[in-house]
């Protein structure tokens, strides 16, 4: 196929004049440059990547003998629900956010993200939940102990009404987490659907812009429900609503739904730029194109879609009804085609 030369795909973004050895305050400012910010977001997940990567290994030092000889039990709970949550909301969706706010408006050729104040505004929240998520280890009685999913009634019974609890702490920490990556996602979808330049047609996209385009439309569907499981969980810690109580009507199993209606589609949001990567990379180094590159990024959307519909295989030990056990299982197999496909 013949196509026309694509134009404006290289447009310098603004820039302030080089100021030999000041360059590296730009990235303390708030900078709305797609490509500072990326690299904000990079550097500041590795260093969450590092204090997770410590934590791990506290965890893995006090396996060695059965006694708790290097931490006590109280440490020991508390480092490993935050070495998950750091690991997770700290290092893995803020590196891979950071590398597509770098390189997606590069990739289909616009002068920057849609909504760059937006993009700055939710970079600058993950500093806030980090400083969070490490005051919960300076609090008395411990970070958070109820481990990443912090089910209630767990996490409900460990917490007194107060908020320098690590268990408050953590839920905030989840829940300004969840308001950023919602900011970020409807940034990437409006970018990707909107700021393409002329001639640069969705299918003419590099493979991982549909990859991140996939993920992030999961985390406009998703996060909602687990933005707003903190935040109910957080009211019955701190003001005593009983959403998740029975002996206030509410019902555990609800957090449950919400969390998982997230937390599964929350695996696709860090596999699928990352078989994005993949699939930029095997190309280029065996010197072929992507072998059905159609295929590809249409099963990255049915992954997206399907990812959606599989929550309560996560919750079969919950008491969840026999029929309800038959259809998750079904759309569980199911989502491996695609994946099958895309691999
Ligand atoms: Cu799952």
Redo the contacts with the bound molecule.
């Keep these: 196929m013949k196509t026309a030369p694509l134009k404006n795909i290289i447009i310098e973004t603004e820039q302030d004049p080089p100021q030999a050895g000041r360059e590296w305050k730009r990235y303390f400012t708030f900078s709305t440059d797609h490509k500072v910010i990326g690299i904000q977001y990079l550097v500041t997940s590795f260093f969450f990547f590092l204090l997770g990567g410590i934590l791990a290994m506290i965890i893995r030092a006090e396996l060695i003998t059965p006694a708790s000889d290097l931490i006590d039990r109280t440490m020991y709970n508390g480092a490993f629900t935050m070495h998950g949550t750091i690991m997770l909301f700290l290092w893995t969706f803020p590196s891979l956010v950071g590398l597509a706010n770098y390189i997606v408006p590069i990739m289909i050729g616009a002068e920057d993200m849609a909504f760059p104040r937006l993009n700055a505004a939710a970079f600058w929240m993950v500093p806030v939940v980090g400083i969070l998520t490490v005051a919960s280890f300076f609090v008395p009685g411990g970070s958070a102990q109820a481990g990443w999913w912090s089910y209630p009634p767990v996490s409900t019974q460990m917490a007194t009404n107060f908020l320098f609890n690590g268990q408050v702490l953590w839920i905030l920490a989840i829940f300004v987490s969840g308001i950023s990556s919602i900011m970020g996602a409807v940034n990437f979808v409006t970018t990707i659907v909107k700021m393409r330049a002329p001639g640069m047609t969705f299918f003419r996209m590099p493979i991982f812009v549909w990859t991140v385009l996939s993920a992030q439309i999961i985390q406009l569907f998703g996060l909602p429900a687990l933005t707003a499981a903190a935040l109910m969980l957080l009211f019955d810690l701190t003001v005593g609503t009983g959403f998740f109580d029975p002996a206030r009507g509410g019902n555990p199993v609800l957090f449950q739904h919400l969390f998982?209606f997230y937390s599964?589609p929350a695996?696709y949001v860090i596999i699928l730029p990352i078989f994005g990567i993949f699939s930029e990379i095997f190309p280029v180094y065996s010197r072929k194109p992507l072998f059905g590159y159609k295929v590809v990024a249409i099963s990255s959307l049915i992954i997206a879609g399907v990812s959606g519909l599989?929550?309560v295989?996560?919750m079969y030990a919950s008491g969840t009804p026999g029929w309800m056990r038959m259809v998750f299982m079904l759309s569980t197999m199911f989502v491996s085609v695609p994946t099958g496909i895309k691999d």
């Design positions: 998982w599964h695996v599989v929550w295989h996560h």
